[in-house]
């Protein structure tokens, strides 16, 4: 089966792309870095495809589709692409930064699926979801505000982009380079002392066991598993039954 993982250089993208190579199935890795892409290619062998490219322009986004020509059909989409968005006040929030942002976050999953529709008729769309989106984090607000603009598309996605089963996955807290970037902040705040928290009770989860999460309900959940969720929950028990 074949697979893309969109910011396949870090974090849960780089995991769930891993994790996949792991059980034999083709990869499609797509992020920016193509030195750590390269570095992923070479743990993994030559079932992983490498697309160095910024999905955030409309070049990038073609170079990706340019690159998928010799494949017909497409089992999987990972939409793990994301930015870094600062834990600063609302008050020094960078509007144009929340722009470019919520651009990568919710515009980008959109204009793949519209671009590979005809490639993903019966696959699985995965996207990465966030507590964040309907619980603020003080001090963190750029983040909650970009996050419920992306729920919201997935659940668009998941209601009118009927070509696919659109899956969405909530992890957690993940150390990924985003939450690294959260807990060495150098100022304190509130959601500072909220991860800070986590991480020192080991509420923090890895990458990889994320991943091999993500890629068991890719490959091992059954579609009435799929029509049963509205999400999937990876720190609810029931949720880890696929």
């Known amino acids: 089966m074949v697979y893309i993982i969109t910011g396949a250089s870090s974090g849960i993208g780089l995991a769930t792309a891993e994790a996949l190579a792991n059980i034999g199935h083709t990869v499609i890795a797509v992020a920016r870095r193509k030195n750590e892409l390269e570095q992923l290619q070479s743990r993994c062998g030559d079932d992983v495809y490498i697309v160095a490219t910024d999905l955030s322009t409309d070049a990038g986004i073609a170079s990706l589709i340019?690159?998928?020509?010799?494949?017909?059909?497409?089992?999987?989409?990972?939409?793990a692409a994301a930015s870094l968005v600062n834990p600063v006040d609302y008050n020094q929030l960078d509007t144009e930064k929340l722009v470019s942002d919520t651009h990568i976050h919710v515009a980008v999953p959109i204009a793949l699926n519209k671009a590979l529709a005809d490639k993903l008729i019966g696959s699985r769309i995965v996207y990465i979801d966030s507590y964040s989106a309907s619980s603020l984090r003080v001090g963190w607000s750029g983040y909650s505000i970009v996050k419920a603009a992306a729920q919201m598309a997935a659940c668009a996605a998941q209601e009118e982009f009927k070509q696919a089963s659109v899956i969405r996955i909530f992890p957690g807290a993940v150390r990924t380079p985003l939450v690294e970037t959260v807990l060495n902040w150098p100022e304190n705040s509130p959601v500072v002392d909220t991860f800070s928290e986590a991480e020192a009770a080991g509420k923090v989860s890895k990458p990889k066991k994320i991943g091999e999460y993500i890629a068991g309900i890719l490959t091992r959940a059954t579609n009435v598993q799929l029509k049963e969720r509205e999400f999937w929950d990876y720190n609810r028990d029931e949720d880890r039954l696929y």
């Open 66 to 79: 340019a690159a998928l020509q010799s494949f017909a059909h497409i089992d999987g989409l990972v939409h």
